[in-house]
């Protein structure tokens, strides 16, 4: 079957819905057109979650988070990745069940695999990953919590105040599937495959995957060299797992250089992360008054828990925001915190550079002379890019099955696919920003100071990054022509 007539399921579809309602014209189902994956049928039970507060909420939810404030492009959200997300999950278990029919996939289980795939991002809370992985863990250290809890109680939450039918099976059934395992024993232990579908914890190989590096390449004006559709066209389910024609390797690998590419390149921009870090201090600042961290306890104040957030904060008017108030004008007039240093960690290096090791009150410690740094003025980041499984190679949990034989499958050591590919999978940058622009060169040389005496190398001296003596000067000249441009233009 070609590639288009798997993605495009419009016309298969089309055929299908006229045998089921020959009397009326698509009873129940919508049509949209989505600019990755072109018309995309929707079922009457996936309309029906759709049109709910707690889905429309992901509407206000950028999908990069603050990477809207460097990118323009970076303007789509949520609600379009996981309609998305649920098309391909419905494309692929949909394929398996006509092409593969032993496997026994029964209509409730492809509606609850295109249903995991709709919901999987219900969770997420203001600006996406900030909000789990670094405001949280600041406001609430005591709580383990993760945007797929979240997921799970804000499912829960939609289905019960939208008095949607759905026995508890199905419910238990969809949440394993968002957590990409069957987390008890159950009917579905013969069809594990299912659980890869939408979230792959063998091998990172998912249809959310996908959709992402996709969507996001394609809104960023980026191009991608890799093809998922090939992906989804050239697999299928052997031994209880999801496996892939051999020719597909290396178009695997390219999948994995994509989204390491994506991160080293914009989900971890330097200044989407200075921005990041001054959102999670307004976020702080606003807490104790708005209770945002609170909100993730229950459904219904979690409900308006979007980037609105910030427009709330600018619009009040109490003393208790003011502070907050004052980072997110900064952030508006691009007053923003400044990047001051990096550290790429070498292999032999990263037992001993952590978090515990390199913070921000021992960099203020090794200050030169009297520089009248202070621990707030420093900001230490640790930033893990890798092809999706921390040190490992993905690409080596793959199996895959050959033309002459699709009933085995098989790993390819990548020496058979190119001595190009790298040997580690994953690097460790140590990033260093500051609160104050004025105390740049005297955190750097701090940093560098500090750096040089734990590794035992000459981190002093380095013309690329280096702050200039008189980079105030420097900056207070940009802005003096700035204004005086402004200025000539009225």
């Not at 789990?132 to 997921?151: I, K, T, V």
């Not at 599937?177 to 890869?196: T, V």
């Not at 996908?210 to 559709?229: P, T, W």
């Amino acid at each position: 079957m070609g590639m288009n007539g798997i993605v495009n399921t419009y016309e298969d579809t089309t055929a299908s819905l006229k045998k089921q309602h020959s009397g009326s014209f698509y009873d129940g189902h919508k049509i949209i057109n989505d600019p990755i994956h072109g018309h995309i049928t929707l079922n009457d039970y996936t309309v029906e979650f759709i049109d709910t507060v707690q889905f429309q909420r992901l509407r206000d939810l950028k999908q990069l988070g603050p990477l809207y404030f460097v990118f323009p492009g970076a303007s789509h959200n949520r609600f379009e990745h996981s309609i998305g997300v649920s098309h391909l999950s419905g494309t692929l278990v949909e394929r398996f069940a006509a092409e593969q029919p032993e496997l026994d996939i029964t209509r409730d289980e492809i509606k609850c695999v295109k249903l995991a795939g709709l919901c999987h991002d219900l969770g997420h809370g203001p600006f996406s990953h900030v909000f789990d992985n670094a405001f949280m863990p600041l406001a609430r250290p005591e709580l383990n919590w993760s945007h797929e809890q979240a997921s799970e109680m804000m499912l829960e939450y939609l289905i019960d105040d939208n008095n949607i039918d759905m026995d508890s099976a199905e419910i238990h059934f969809i949440k394993d599937l968002i957590a990409g395992e069957p987390r008890s024993e159950s009917r579905y232990q013969d069809k594990k495959f299912l659980f890869d579908i939408v979230a792959n914890k063998k091998n990172s190989v998912d249809v959310d995957k996908f959709d992402y590096i996709e969507r996001d390449a394609y809104n960023l004006g980026l191009r991608s060299s890799y093809d998922a559709k090939r992906l989804l066209v050239y697999s299928r389910v052997v031994n209880n797992e999801i496996c892939y024609h051999q020719k597909e390797v290396y178009n695997i690998y390219e999948m994995f250089h994509t989204r390491y590419s994506l991160f080293k390149q914009i989900y971890t921009h330097r200044v989407g992360k200075a921005i990041e870090l001054m959102i999670v201090d307004a976020f702080l600042a606003a807490n104790n008054y708005l209770k945002i961290a609170d909100s993730v306890s229950n459904p219904e104040d979690y409900l308006f828990m979007t980037d609105d957030i910030i427009r709330n904060i600018e619009r009040s008017k109490c003393p208790e925001l003011a502070e907050s108030r004052q980072i997110v004008k900064n952030i508006r007039t691009r007053n923003l915190y400044k990047f001051v240093d990096e550290f790429l960690v070498p292999p032999e290096l990263e037992s001993r550079l952590n978090k515990d090791t390199i913070t921000s009150q021992d960099i203020a410690n090794h200050q030169t002379g009297n520089a009248g740094l202070v621990q707030e003025d420093v900001i230490v980041t640790f930033t893990k890019i890798n092809y999706s499984m921390n040190e490992s190679n993905p690409v080596d949990s793959i199996r895959f099955f050959s033309r002459y034989n699709d009933q085995e499958s098989f790993n390819i050591s990548k020496k058979k696919v190119s001595y190009m590919i790298p040997s580690k999978f994953q690097d460790i940058n140590i990033r260093i920003f500051t609160r104050d622009p004025t105390k740049m060169q005297a955190i750097q040389k701090a940093f560098r100071k500090y750096l040089s005496y734990i590794t035992h190398t000459d981190l002093h001296s380095d013309p690329v990054v280096s702050v200039p003596d008189d980079y105030q000067n420097l900056l207070n000249a940009s802005h003096k022509r700035a204004r005086t441009s402004t200025e000539n233009s009225h």
